[in-house]
């Protein structure tokens, strides 16, 4: 069974600051790990993913997130918040369960980013 | 660009009707997938299939069904709307391994 904790429904931060969200997950097998973003009105779109290379992964728009297999953690970051990051983010991971990979996605984590 | 087209982005039903949502891929990605969206709940999976006229449940297929007839193509039926499925619907599809990619949703109003 795999499933995904995302710490805090709502981080608030200002511009210029950095931002950190937090995402722990729990799978009895190497997993790929992901995170999504999601702006108003729109569907999911991939920020960055993890699949077994490097543990420190780069996505777009200046965001990166490490995975700590000690700490089953895989958190986001981006070290200067811009307004534009305004948006829920999901964090999902995805491991082979009967050779299928099926995600299972967090409850989502509101950036709020304030002038 | 991979691009997964929903066929409406917002649509009002009646409670027992009968709803159809289409979402079409072209990516000839072997996987598909149907969420529903509610605020706190996250994403929570209701049908995916990994191959045409394959299907399985995720975890609350109550109340819907789906059909996949040709690969590009993936549609969740609703066989008797009632208020409580009022949500934002997201379809998504995916090869066997890798990165979802996502409809824009449809936000549906059961009355």
């Known amino acids: 069974a795999q499933s995904v904790t995302q710490l805090g429904s709502h981080v608030s931060v200002s511009e210029g600051a950095l931002v950190l969200l937090r995402c722990n997950y729990s799978?009895?097998?190497?997993?790929?790990l992901f995170w999504y973003v999601q702006y108003p009105n729109q569907g999911l779109q991939l920020l960055l993913k993890y699949t077994s290379a490097a543990t420190l992964v780069k996505g777009i728009n200046g965001f990166e997130a490490e995975f700590k297999k000690s700490e089953t953690s895989f958190h986001l970051t981006k070290p200067s918040a811009h307004m534009s990051d305004a948006a829920e983010y999901f964090c999902a991971v995805s491991a082979s369960t009967g050779g299928s990979y099926i995600p299972t996605f967090g409850r989502g984590t509101s950036l709020i980013v304030h002038p | 660009d991979v691009k997964v087209t929903q066929s409406s982005r917002y649509l009002v039903k009646r409670t027992g009707e009968k709803v159809f949502l289409e979402c079409v891929q072209d990516m000839d990605h072997e996987n598909m997938f149907w969420y529903r969206q509610d605020p706190g709940l996250g994403l929570r999976l209701i049908y995916f299939?990994?191959?045409?006229?394959?299907?399985e449940k995720g975890d609350i297929p109550e109340g819907y069904s789906v059909s996949r007839e040709k690969k590009e193509r993936f549609s969740l039926i609703l066989e008797s709307a009632s208020t409580n499925q009022t949500s934002m619907y997201l379809c998504?599809?995916?090869?066997?391994?890798?990165?979802?990619?996502f409809g824009d949703g449809t936000r549906l109003s059961i009355l």
């Open positions: 799978s009895s097998v190497p997993p790929y």
């Open positions: 998504a599809s995916s090869p066997i391994i890798g990165t979802q990619h």
């Open positions: 299939s990994y191959d045409v006229k394959m299907k």
